[in-house]
């Protein structure tokens, strides 16, 4: 059943009708919507015409509104000198345009630079900008082009504004990174100005924020000081203006005794010191400490240096000093004050802190070593260092920069209090013996010998082949070979002729489980060969024979050994036989 409708009844339901909708559709197309020239907003004024010209600023941001987010970017330069600079830049990323320059000619005095940014009044907007922007809106210019409301706000940059602590990186407020798709090509512009920025202005070339020479350029304290964990905050408030503040020694004297009577955690180096100051109070490190200051505000002061470490070294210089005479002061705090007088290269150059003694290693120390042995080990090791490194040309691999000389660290030194440390802590050693010599390989083997002790239980080891040593005289020498009777023996062993058989566990394995023979051999009376002989069908054969330091042995020491310890087999022989 079909109704043929009447035409104004078509028209009536042509909702209805998808055929009919579809021709009207088509009949009567929609007008095209026009597309806006500036969907991103047309800012006004972001760059002062003395900088660039109104027109051209027009056009970039006309420009920027046509292109991809990767793309929205503009660089304005002009020639100098024949060289092509960057005079200032325009870009806009994730809802907001941003803009930076370099003052006109005439007028670099003024300002150091300028930067601005827009923003339209959407959710958009109010949630990709960076929060340090949006937080001061109330403050911004709002300007209306066409429907749009934009926020706008423009600044200039003075070195009296850097100096009150404007130091950040305008030009980059939002951080847009190379390492982004979106914003690579946009980075490449913002290192273009600030490349460009740094030719205008003096920097520290060691410090990461461009400002920082401007910004302390009258406040040396900011420089020499680093942080408030350095300097307790409340110094500065009784002090009174921190930028008056010098390097001398009565401001570092004044250092120490203020953080000497307070509790708080900052400035605890300044506070140690105070128990050397009858020290350093003497006349001779008055002067010294003087010096070291002077040669602080020389270089504060010296328009030519680009370097802020070179201003920091001799106050650094001077608290590796105190640091290193505190350290010794704690262990023999009757030390002669000649001894730190003298050897003032020695104590800065030789890194001996690196492992703190315990209490206990500190009482041990003061209450065994004497105190002339301590600077005899670190002069000869200073010694030693900078001969090598001069010998060998390796000066450069020592340099501190934050001193600006040599600094050789003592790991033997370190590894010796290490090792003392674990031994001291036990209950049984706290009466340990102190070596027979002072000097630092003798010491270090001698505790290691001790350590490897501990670390190692002691086990017996079967003595077959010679029970009790064998005593043989080839020529003029008297050779004796016997076994170690136990592992801690052959560890000190091991130590004396300086090769791995003490502390090699398998050595020790192999002898208890009767795989193999270790025999020690003495020479008038010294430790000399190491030899580990194994028997198979009633033939014994020399596996490893090594002299001192494992070297191996001359074909003389070969033959005098081969006979020597055939005479050792016929005597233990004879013992067996006449038992």
Same mark, same amino acid.
């Given at each position: 059943?079909?109704?043929?409708?009447?035409?104004?009844?078509?028209?009536?339901?042509?909702?209805?009708?998808?055929?009919?909708?579809?021709?009207?559709?088509?009949?009567?197309?929609?007008?095209?919507?026009?597309?806006?020239?500036?969907?991103?907003?047309n800012p006004k004024g972001l760059i002062p015409v003395d900088v660039v010209r109104e027109s051209m600023l027009d056009d970039a941001i006309k420009n920027i509104n046509s292109c991809p987010a990767s793309d929205r970017h503009q660089k304005f330069t002009r020639i100098v000198n024949g060289e092509v600079i960057v005079i200032a830049i325009l870009y806009h990323y994730e809802q907001c345009w941003y803009a930076a320059w370099l003052p006109p000619k005439g007028q670099e005095d003024k300002y150091v630079y300028g930067y601005a940014f827009a923003f339209k009044d959407t959710k958009a907007a109010h949630d990709l900008v960076p929060k340090v922007?949006?937080?001061?809106?109330?403050?911004? %210019?709002?300007?209306?082009?066409?429907?749009?409301?934009?926020?706008?706000? %423009?600044?200039?940059?003075?070195?009296?504004?850097?100096?009150?602590?404007?130091?950040?990186?305008?030009?980059?407020?939002?951080?847009?990174?190379?390492?982004?798709?979106?914003?690579?090509?946009?980075?490449?512009?913002?290192?273009?100005?600030?490349?460009?920025?740094?030719?205008?202005?003096?920097?520290?070339?060691?410090?990461?924020?461009?400002?920082?020479?401007?910004?302390?350029?009258?406040?040396?304290?900011?420089?020499?000081?680093?942080?408030?964990?350095?300097?307790?905050?409340?110094?500065?408030?009784?002090?009174?203006?921190?930028?008056?503040?010098?390097?001398?020694?009565?401001?570092?004297?004044?250092?120490?005794?203020?953080?000497?009577?307070?509790?708080?955690?900052?400035?605890?180096?300044?506070?140690?010191?105070?128990?050397? #100051?009858?020290?350093?109070?003497?006349?001779?490190?008055?002067?010294?400490?003087?010096?070291?200051?002077?040669?602080?505000?020389?270089?504060?002061?010296?328009?030519?240096?680009?370097?802020?470490?070179?201003?920091?070294?001799?106050?650094?210089?001077?608290?590796?000093?105190?640091?290193?005479?505190?350290?010794?002061?704690?262990?023999?705090?009757?030390?002669?004050?000649?001894?730190? %007088?003298?050897?003032?290269?020695?104590?800065?150059?030789?890194?001996?802190?690196?492992?703190?003694?315990?209490?206990?290693?500190?009482?041990?120390?003061?209450?065994?070593?004497?105190?002339?042995?301590?600077?005899?080990?670190?002069?000869? %090791?200073?010694?030693?260092?900078?001969?090598?490194?001069?010998?060998?040309?390796?000066?450069?691999?020592?340099?501190?920069?934050?001193?600006?000389?040599?600094?050789?660290?003592?790991?033997?030194?370190?590894?010796?209090?290490?090792?003392?440390?674990?031994? #001291?802590?036990?209950?049984?050693?706290?009466?340990?013996?102190?070596?027979?010599?002072?000097?630092?390989?003798?010491?270090?083997?001698?505790?290691?010998?001790?350590?490897?002790?501990?670390?190692?239980?002691?086990?017996?080891?079967?003595?077959?082949?010679?029970?009790?040593?064998?005593?043989?005289?080839?020529?003029?020498?008297?050779?004796?070979?016997?076994?170690?009777?136990?592992?801690?023996? #052959?560890?000190?062993?091991?130590?004396?002729?300086?090769?791995?058989?003490?502390?090699?566990?398998?050595?020790?394995?192999?002898?208890?489980?009767?795989?193999?023979?270790?025999?020690?051999?003495?020479?008038?009376?010294?430790?000399?060969?190491?030899?580990?002989?194994?028997?198979?069908?009633?033939?014994?054969?020399?596996?490893?024979?090594?002299?001192?330091?494992?070297?191996?042995?001359?074909?003389?020491?070969?033959?005098?050994?081969?006979?020597?310890?055939?005479?050792?087999?016929?005597?233990?022989?004879?013992?067996?036989?006449?038992?």
């Amino acid at each position: 059943m079909h109704f043929h409708l009447p035409s104004n009844l078509q028209t009536e339901l042509i909702a209805y009708d998808p055929v009919l909708k579809k021709l009207a559709r088509n009949t009567n197309p929609k007008p095209k919507t026009k597309k806006s020239t500036y969907p991103l907003g047309n800012p006004k004024g972001l760059i002062p015409v003395d900088v660039v010209r109104e027109s051209m600023l027009d056009d970039a941001i006309k420009n920027i509104n046509s292109c991809p987010a990767s793309d929205r970017h503009q660089k304005f330069t002009r020639i100098v000198n024949g060289e092509v600079i960057v005079i200032a830049i325009l870009y806009h990323y994730e809802q907001c345009w941003y803009a930076a320059w370099l003052p006109p000619k005439g007028q670099e005095d003024k300002y150091v630079y300028g930067y601005a940014f827009a923003f339209k009044d959407t959710k958009a907007a109010h949630d990709l900008v960076p929060k340090v922007i949006i937080n001061s809106i109330d403050s911004y %210019q709002q300007i209306v082009t066409g429907r749009s409301l934009m926020y706008q706000h %423009q600044e200039v940059v003075t070195i009296e504004s850097i100096r009150n602590g404007q130091t950040n990186r305008n030009w980059n407020i939002p951080s847009a990174a190379a390492y982004y798709q979106k914003s690579k090509e946009i980075y490449q512009i913002i290192k273009a100005f600030e490349s460009q920025l740094i030719t205008t202005i003096p920097v520290w070339k060691d410090s990461p924020n461009i400002f920082d020479r401007i910004a302390n350029k009258t406040n040396l304290a900011s420089i020499v000081f680093h942080g408030s964990l350095e300097v307790s905050d409340e110094y500065w408030l009784q002090y009174g203006d921190k930028s008056k503040w010098k390097a001398s020694y009565e401001n570092l004297f004044g250092l120490i005794t203020y953080h000497a009577h307070t509790s708080c955690y900052a400035g605890d180096e300044y506070k140690a010191y105070n128990k050397i #100051l009858h020290i350093i109070s003497k006349p001779f490190f008055k002067k010294w400490i003087q010096a070291k200051c002077n040669e602080v505000n020389a270089m504060h002061l010296d328009e030519t240096n680009e370097y802020r470490s070179y201003i920091n070294r001799p106050w650094k210089t001077m608290k590796k000093l105190l640091a290193r005479i505190y350290a010794i002061h704690k262990i023999w705090p009757d030390c002669p004050i000649d001894y730190y %007088q003298n050897h003032i290269e020695q104590l800065i150059s030789i890194d001996f802190t690196r492992q703190t003694p315990t209490s206990a290693v500190s009482d041990w120390l003061g209450k065994h070593m004497p105190v002339a042995s301590f600077f005899q080990i670190i002069t000869k %090791q200073y010694e030693k260092e900078r001969n090598d490194a001069q010998t060998k040309n390796m000066q450069r691999y020592f340099f501190d920069e934050h001193l600006g000389l040599s600094v050789y660290r003592f790991y033997e030194w370190a590894d010796t209090i290490s090792m003392l440390c674990r031994i #001291l802590e036990r209950e049984e050693h706290k009466d340990f013996a102190p070596p027979k010599r002072w000097r630092i390989e003798e010491f270090h083997d001698y505790v290691q010998a001790e350590a490897w002790k501990i670390r190692n239980p002691n086990h017996a080891l079967p003595q077959d082949l010679f029970p009790t040593p064998v005593k043989i005289e080839l020529g003029s020498s008297n050779w004796s070979f016997f076994q170690p009777i136990d592992t801690h023996q #052959l560890g000190e062993w091991g130590q004396a002729v300086r090769n791995c058989v003490g502390n090699a566990a398998h050595y020790a394995e192999g002898v208890r489980k009767k795989q193999h023979f270790i025999v020690l051999c003495l020479i008038d009376g010294k430790p000399n060969f190491t030899v580990q002989l194994e028997v198979s069908n009633g033939l014994m054969s020399v596996k490893q024979i090594v002299g001192l330091s494992n070297t191996k042995l001359t074909p003389e020491q070969q033959e005098l050994y081969t006979t020597a310890f055939g005479m050792a087999l016929q005597a233990r022989e004879s013992e067996l036989v006449s038992a």
